[in-house]
């Protein structure tokens, strides 16, 4: 290579290992942020402090699910009633879950059921901090695990 076109090719590389480290970091963006994002949705009940739902129900049964919107509104079905309340939206960008009062329909079900829904809406407000991973959605109080929900597809 001459003389003249050695600069040139330099700032060429220069500029594409940029560009690469550029899209790099936009790919990985913030750790936190991401979760977040991927909170919002539906999803399904598969545990409750440590106890796998599919065991403390009938096989009929409809498993409690949580809908968390981008806005803080969260609603779903506890077992036998619907819930509705709210999170921080603010805080779910620092991993943090802190659900407020929740408000439920009051209709009596089978024993099972009313037992999990309980449990359920009892854990709802211990919770205060959450974690994404893969497809399930973890909801802690401090660093213990408190109910465990999947991605509804």
Known sequence: ????SMPWFVLVVVVLALS?????SQAGGDAAGASAASIYGQWTLVSIDGDDVDTLIQPSAKRPNLQINEDGRISGHAGVNRMNGSVDADKLADGMFSAGPLASTMMAGPEDLMTLEHRVLEALGRVNRF???????????GDQTVLVYEAMR
């Open 20 to 24: 690469v480290q550029g899209c790099a």
């Open 131 to 141: 974690r994404i991973d893969g497809d399930q959605l973890h909801l802690l109080d």
């Open 1 to 4: 290579m001459s003389n003249v």
